[in-house]
Structure formats: C-alpha cells, structure tokens
C-alpha cells in the first residue's frame, strides 16, 4: 500500500474513533443525567435527555456510513480491518444506549408527579450508578486498546442482574402492599429493566474491544446474576 494511501487510511480511522469518543461522550451525558433525573423527578432534564438522543442516532449513521466506504476503499485486513468492524459494532450499542436512556427519560414523564419513596429511588439509583461506570470503563478500554480492561467490565455483567432482580422483588412487594403504588412502580420497572439492558450493551462493547485488540472472541457464556423468569418476562 503506497505511503500516501496509508496515511490517508490512518486519518480514517482517527475520525471514525473520534466520532465513537464523541458517542461515547453523548451517552455518558446523557446517563449521568438520568440518574440525577430519576432521583429529583426532574423533568426539565428528563426532556433535555429525549432531546439529545437524535445526535447519537446520526452519528451512528456517520460511523457507518464512513466505515463501509473505508471498507470498499482501502480494503483493510487483519487489526485495520477488526478496527474499522469494531467502530460499526460499538456505534451501534451506543445508538442504543441512547435509546435505552431515552426510555428511562420518558418514564420520568410518564410518572406524571407521582414521587415514589426514597428507598426505591436510591435502589435504582445504586443500579443506574452501576452501569454508568461499567459504561464509562469499557469506553476508557476502547480508546486506551486495553484488553484486560474490558474482559474486567465482561466480568461484571452479573453484578447489574443481581441488582436488577433485587429491585425486581423490591417493586413487587410495594405493588401487593398498596395497588395505589402500581402505577409508578410499573414506570420504575421498566426503567430498572432499561439500565440493565444498558449493562449488558456495556459488555458487548467490552467483547468488540477485546476481539479488536486480540483477535480472540470471548467463547464463554457471560458471567449472570441472578435472572428468575419473571424479571425477564418485565422486560418483554
């Protein structure tokens, strides 16, 4: 490959990865912001999260849009090429991250006023936490290349499910004391189940990077909490 055509391959690149760390940025934002919406049920900032979600879906687009011509261009092979793959996988969990947060944004509104008690709001606050910096370590692996990072967050996984269907069972309980607390316990479920979906995104990040990095996919069943049949039919 002559030395300008490589260079020219480089600078593609290094803008798809921008445009993956300008992603990664939104939907850090945009989560962060989730947790502090759901704790205040603010919902000034739940609408700012809704609104922010259009730049992530058109920089998926970009990402692949670009990765495919880079592809047909330059007809990478090897690392160059797991590395012009890995931007499409990645681009595309975080689209839906986005989405997931978005989610949990419109329960917020959906909630209407209804203030649930502070023990379940801190409980899916510690979850929300959670997956934030499972989120927040597997983008640090990305951009750092770091292999032992990510299988770190890959290990991880199960940690969010626990927790998901500990609050599972925390909702539940509220609903059969009171039917008055079925409604907004309903909003909270979907959005516990929202942030657990968000953890396992976290962990597919972390299986791209670790096959980027490697070359090696990660075989084995993910590490799982806890997960009875009823928690996963709440997310159907």
């Not at 090429?81 to 839906?96: F, G, H, S």
């Not at 953890?199 to 075989?219: F, K, Q, R």
């Amino acid at each position: 490959m002559a030395n300008h055509t490589v260079a020219a391959f480089d600078l593609e690149l290094k803008e798809l990865q921008r445009t993956i760390a300008a992603m990664g940025g939104i939907a850090e934002t945009m989560q962060s912001d989730a947790i502090d919406a759901l704790a205040k049920q603010d919902v000034r900032l739940a609408q700012k999260i809704i609104a922010a979600d259009p730049e992530l879906d058109r920089l998926q687009r970009d990402v692949e849009e670009k990765a495919i011509l880079t592809i047909a261009r330059r007809q990478p092979m090897a690392v160059d090429l797991r590395d012009v793959i890995a931007t499409i996988r990645i681009a595309n969990d975080l689209e839906r991250v986005g989405d997931l947060v978005k989610n949990i944004a419109k329960r917020i509104l959906a909630m209407d006023g209804q203030f649930p008690p502070p023990t379940l709001l801190a409980s899916i606050g510690r979850m929300s936490l959670m997956a934030l910096n499972q989120f927040k370590s597997v983008i640090d692996a990305y951009t750092q290349r770091d292999p032992q990072a990510a299988l770190a967050v890959w290990q991880r996984d199960g940690d969010i499910d626990n927790l998901y269907t500990s609050l599972f069972r925390e909702l539940l309980t509220y609903m059969m004391e009171d039917p008055r607390n079925i409604s907004f316990c309903t909003h909270l479920l979907f959005a516990a189940k929202n942030v657990e979906r968000i953890g396992d995104h976290a962990t597919n990040i972390a299986e791209t990077v670790y096959y980027l990095v490697t070359g090696e996919s990660l075989a084995v069943d993910r590490p799982r909490g806890d997960e009875n049949e009823l928690s996963a039919q709440a997310g159907e």
